[in-house]
């Protein structure tokens, strides 16, 4: 009896068909290695630009708030205090101390209810300029203004508003300055003051509370993401 002896042999698997198959295995991990690194790249970028478009959006809004309060409270000013008062302060005439006084009083009750930190009227004369009245000053009239912002003096040169922030004598501030035609010859212009310190703090808050919300979008984005892009991966 002849022995079938093809059958008994061990089915040999040439090697270049289990290089093929791990090679092929290689590739798809390192094109899934791609496919990962790639998502986490552009769901990194999306979350920064969210943050600081978030951020910047925040800011803005601040801003426009900001410059609201200062413009109302300046336009109102020559209400506040009065045409004829006002006229009246620009005259190199001594002062009734008690009425300036209580007009002092009168400001800084208004800037309380406005939310800015101090309103006043600015002249210029022989190239200085000076505080006519002032709500956060101690009362002195014609009080002598040294360390004012470059925009200061354009708004008296080019007798157009300007928003400005600086450092002075007194502090840093966001202000507005627009020019008053007071009907007396002398070049005016109303002021009003935010304080930079809260305006900083409140921007200090805002960008620690959008990098809060990244830092949770980031991972989170990972842990629904990198699975989801994996499963696709290995469904196609």
Known sequence: MIKDTALSRPLIIPSTIHGAGLFG?????????????SFIALHL???????????RLQMAAQQRVTNTQLADTVHA????????????????KPIDESRYATMLKRLDD???KTGVDSIYVLVRRQGSVRFVIDSASDGKHFALYT??????????????FAYA????????????????????GDEVVLGSDVNLDGLEAERWKSLLEFLGIGLVI????????LPLARAIFYAR
């Open 25 to 37: 295995r290689l590739r798809s991990l390192s094109l899934l290695r791609k496919v990962s690194l």
């Open 45 to 55: 970028l999306a979350t920064a630009l969210f943050t600081v478009s978030g951020y």
């Open 77 to 92: 000013l020559p209400a506040v205090i009065g045409d004829d008062y006002l006229r009246e302060l620009l005259t190199n």
């Open 110 to 112: 208004y800037v309380q």
């Open 147 to 160: 360390s004012g912002p470059a925009e200061l003096n354009e708004v008296f040169q080019e007798k157009n």
């Open 165 to 184: 922030e600086y450092d002075d004598e007194y502090g840093r501030f966001r202000s507005l300055f627009v020019p008053y035609s007071a009907g007396v």
């Open 218 to 225: 980031f991972p989170l984005g990972l842990m629904i993401g």
